[in-house]
């Protein structure tokens, strides 16, 4: 049974998001009452706005822990042409850096349970929080803002080991490479890999008719300064695809769990891994998703000596030692 504050806590998110929601469909149809151009301009100014939620305790214990330091990232989107901006980031460890990459309304802490065991295995975690997120300045955010700060934090730390990226933190991180990032490796978390799919959810959500679903990709194309096909993963040239592990829920809302069968189906060298009822965000604290993240970047040996003492050891040691066995430990050094 849930306990009163948790179903108190449930009921007041509920309420906010349908406060919200309808105060954002109340914009839509006042701006409809002017023009087409009208709706197109507050639709995208909706769909390019984050909420900043409030960072929990565990993220400000883990940030304290960390080396801070900013990055000076050039936004060079058509609508930010040649602004540059500095965003927040945290460094743990002295090893080579893996990079991760929050998604839309995240914060680089949000995937904080990788720090430990990539750390003790000899390797450094960097995070960052963009545009409109986290501790960043800022209200809007544009796919192509983030592809630019996590390239300007690739330029500031690398080369790098590798990139966990959650949500939106996958589309911007094949954006970067396709501009020339060096990302030898990713682990893709709930991946929203297509701009397609995220406006068709976004309409869905806010109620736009077809017509003006197709003028907010118009729109948004030309805010990022490309268009939709131009950021398909599965039209980045094969030999940029980067080795990569997909992790994604089966009962993930947010993102359908078909555009990571697509993005692996695109990507020879990128394996698939399911789970079910982790939802988008609780993946990302989940043992077991950290355990073969953290065996697709740094071995299962390593990963083992860096939970000591875990009550649940063997258990983790046989999850592994089972990836392990199924991917092959040839292909698995060969990856690393």
Do not use: K
């Amino acid at each position: 049974m849930p306990s009163a504050a948790t179903t108190w806590t449930q009921i007041s998110t509920t309420v906010r998001t349908t406060f919200m929601l309808e105060s954002v469909r109340s914009r839509l149809r006042l701006a409809r009452l002017w023009s087409h151009d009208e709706v197109t301009r507050t639709a995208a100014d909706l769909f390019t706005t984050p909420r900043r939620h409030a960072r929990p305790a565990r993220e400000h214990a883990l940030l304290l822990r960390a080396n801070r330091f900013e990055v000076e990232a050039h936004l060079d989107a058509p609508g930010t042409a040649a602004w540059r901006t500095t965003i927040p980031a945290w460094r743990w460890g002295d090893g080579p850096p893996v990079v991760l990459v929050h998604g839309w309304e995240g914060r680089g802490a949000q995937l904080g349970a990788l720090v430990e065991p990539l750390v003790a295995a000899g390797l450094s975690v960097v995070a960052f929080d963009a545009p409109g997120h986290g501790d960043a300045r800022g209200d809007r955010m544009l796919l192509a803002d983030l592809a630019a700060c996590l390239a300007a934090v690739i330029d500031r730390v690398g080369p790098i080991h590798g990139v966990v990226a959650h949500s939106l933190g996958a589309l911007a991180t094949s954006r970067a490479i396709a501009r020339g990032a060096v990302v030898p490796r990713v682990v893709y978390i709930a991946p929203a890999t297509f701009i397609a799919g995220a406006i068709d959810r976004f309409g869905d959500v806010v109620a736009l008719a077809p017509e003006e679903r197709s003028r907010l990709a118009a729109e948004m194309a030309a805010r990022n300064g490309f268009g939709i096909d131009e950021a398909l993963p599965d039209e980045l040239p094969e030999a940029l695809r980067p080795d990569a592990l997909i992790i994604h829920d089966e009962e993930d809302r947010d993102v359908p769990l078909g555009e990571s069968e697509r993005l692996a189906a695109a990507w020879p060298r990128a394996r698939l891994v399911t789970t079910r009822g982790l939802g988008h965000r609780r993946v990302l604290r989940d043992r077991a998703v950290i355990d073969h993240a953290a065996a697709f970047l740094v071995g299962d040996a390593a990963v083992l000596r860096a939970w000591p003492g875990d009550r649940e050891a063997e258990l983790r040691r046989a999850t592994i030692a089972a990836w392990v066995d199924e991917v092959g430990a040839e292909d698995l050094a060969a990856a690393l």
